[in-house]
């Protein structure tokens, strides 16, 4: 399996690097999938922005794991997706939603310049909830 490699992206005159990750928790009880979210703002390495959808948190936290949540990971490395009666879907490996996380996370007042730690958002799904993005045929949120 080749490595996978940081791509850029350009929001509001600047310059970010970005990489989205599928990976397993060792430790679960509904599901050990998680997708990361890693963007840096060019030249400010020491400062990155984490998202983490964990769908093990959404399972956790609701009464019955056949309800509607978020779902990660398979069958659609990258895309996450709500289950049940609800329909949203986002594909983290798309540069328009990249591009939308950016602007609402600098909303969030996130200072890549200025941080000198990572930020990290432990529960993406409460990002993605509050962020429109642009819809087009069959990607970003249908």
């Not at 390495?45 to 509607?68: C, G, M, T, V, Y």
Request: with cysteine; proline share 4%; net charge positive.
């Amino acid at each position: 399996m080749s490595k996978q490699k940081f791509r850029r992206i350009n929001v509001e005159r600047k310059s970010y690097l970005w990489i989205r990750r599928h990976v397993h928790l060792d430790n679960y009880k509904y599901s050990q999938c998680v997708e990361i979210l890693t963007i840096y703002q060019e030249g400010y390495k020491k400062s990155p922005l984490r998202l983490h959808f964990r769908e093990e948190e959404q399972i956790a936290n609701i009464n019955n794991p056949k309800d509607s949540h978020w779902a990660v990971g398979y069958p659609e490395d990258g895309v996450i997706w709500q289950t049940g009666n609800k329909t949203g879907e986002v594909n983290l490996n798309r540069p328009g939603v990249v591009a939308e996380i950016i602007k609402f996370a600098i909303l969030k007042n996130w200072d890549a310049k200025n941080d000198n730690t990572s930020t990290d958002i432990f529960n993406g799904f409460e990002w993605i909830e509050q962020i429109k993005f642009p819809k087009t045929k069959s990607e970003h949120i249908k």
